[in-house]
């Protein structure tokens, strides 16, 4: 069985770092590209960045570009999301995803087949 599980979340001040992990169990993540989503509440869940499954190619949401970025170590198979300059309207719960033997950069939620549980992200003003 193949899960993943999120780590780093927290409660932050605004204009401070976060670093978010996640770690895939089950299986190898080389065939896979890997994701981040973002679902504060009452709201659609947001594409937030993703990676391929070779760490070489990565794609970033269009307003959080300059702010976060995405990197992935496959023989720790593990996921990270570094999340700067947080703002706010950052505050949600933050998911990761795997796609299988997606080559690319997807970004629609709709490609990912696997999905953590999530961890709370709470930026204070």
């Known amino acids: 069985q193949v899960t993943l599980v999120e780590t780093g979340g927290g409660l932050v001040q605004a204009g401070t770092s976060l670093r978010l992990s996640c770690v895939v169990s089950?299986?190898?993540?080389?065939?896979?590209?890997m994701g981040w989503f973002r679902q504060a509440p009452g709201k659609e869940r947001e594409f937030v960045a993703c990676?391929?499954?070779?760490?070489?190619?990565?794609e970033i949401g269009d307003s959080l570009k300059g702010r976060f970025t995405i990197s992935r170590d496959n023989d720790k198979r593990t996921v990270t999301l570094q999340m700067n300059s947080l703002k706010p309207e950052d505050t949600a719960i933050y998911l990761c995803?795997?796609?299988?033997?997606?080559?690319?950069?997807?970004?629609?939620?709709?490609?990912?087949?696997?999905w953590g549980q999530g961890t709370q992200v709470t930026v204070s003003s």
């Open positions: 089950g299986t190898s993540i080389v065939t896979y590209a």
């Open positions: 990676v391929d499954y070779a760490g070489t190619r990565s």
């Open positions: 995803a795997a796609a299988w033997a997606d080559f690319g950069t997807p970004r629609s939620a709709e490609e990912f087949g696997i």
